[in-house]
């Protein structure tokens, strides 16, 4: 019986320490699969965040072309309309560093066909942000929409080519004043830390002598 009784015990022993080694193992394997879960789950949220930020500033951009679009089309597309001043003929357009005023045809929400003026006018966000905002009238009516173009820019304003009838090269001003002509180009400024997005358009127009006025 002793001799059957110590075959035994050693068995039992390493049965025991198999089990307990087997258990250790499972706990080991436990907290890998569980160091891996927050690792992937850490992964997926950057991942996430990455498509989030790639897709706001697809949009941005998107946005962006859209709007200098839209500028340079009716800047281009304008018409040399004038509005009588107490007698006086004068043309719509206007223009200073931070607003520009100006008739065309082309409409930001109805397209090619009918006058409008346009009015383009810088202010600021509640971030202290530069914004860039249009609004339309259409000739004859007091009817207006206006709409954002830009938006989170550190400075935007407008500058006008300008040549005098002797002049041989020309300079750009950020006023214009003369109400008997409209300037050969304009340029406009998008300006975000040292970078300068700007985009000159050329202004595709002849003023005919004697142009009717238009009353407002």
């Known amino acids: 019986?002793?001799?059957?009784?110590?075959?035994l015990l050693p068995g039992i022993m390493k049965a025991a320490n198999e089990e307990g080694f087997t258990l250790l193992e499972l706990l080991i394997s436990f907290a890998i699969i569980?160091?891996?879960?927050?690792?992937?789950?850490?992964?997926?949220?950057?991942?996430?965040?990455?498509?989030?930020?790639?897709?706001?500033?697809?949009?941005?951009?998107?946005?962006?072309?859209?709007?200098?679009?839209?500028v340079e089309s009716q800047i281009?597309?304008?018409?040399?309309l004038?509005?009588?001043?107490?007698?006086v003929k004068k043309y719509y357009f206007q223009g200073n560093k931070e607003s520009l005023?100006?008739?065309?045809?082309?409409?930001?929400?109805?397209?090619?066909?009918g006058y409008v003026t346009v009015f383009y006018e810088v202010a600021a966000d509640t971030a202290g942000k530069k914004i860039l905002k249009?609004?339309?009238?259409?000739?004859?009516?007091?009817?207006?929409?206006?709409?954002?173009?830009?938006?989170?820019?550190?400075?935007?304003y407008f500058e006008y080519f300008f040549k005098?009838?002797?002049?041989?090269?020309?300079?750009w001003v950020d006023t214009w004043t003369d109400?008997?002509?409209i300037p050969q180009k304009i340029k406009l400024h998008l300006v975000s830390g040292q970078r300068d997005f700007s985009m000159i358009i050329p202004v595709r127009i002849s003023i005919p002598q004697n142009q009717p006025a238009i009353l407002r």
Request: charged residues 25%; contains cysteine.
């Open 101 to 113: 005023q100006f008739s065309t045809n082309c409409s930001i929400w109805s397209g090619q066909g």
């Open 82 to 87: 004038k509005y009588d001043d107490n007698g």
């Open 134 to 156: 249009a609004s339309e009238n259409i000739i004859g009516t007091n009817s207006s929409r206006e709409t954002m173009l830009f938006d989170g820019f550190d400075s935007i």
């Open 179 to 181: 109400d008997t002509s």
């Open 34 to 70: 569980g160091i891996i879960v927050v690792i992937v789950g850490g992964a997926m949220r950057l991942s996430l965040r990455a498509v989030n930020a790639g897709e706001k500033r697809i949009d941005a951009l998107e946005r962006m072309r859209t709007s200098m679009n839209v």
């Open 164 to 171: 005098g009838p002797t002049d041989e090269t020309g300079d």
């Open 76 to 80: 281009q597309s304008q018409t040399p």
């Open 1 to 7: 019986m002793e001799h059957k009784g110590s075959t």
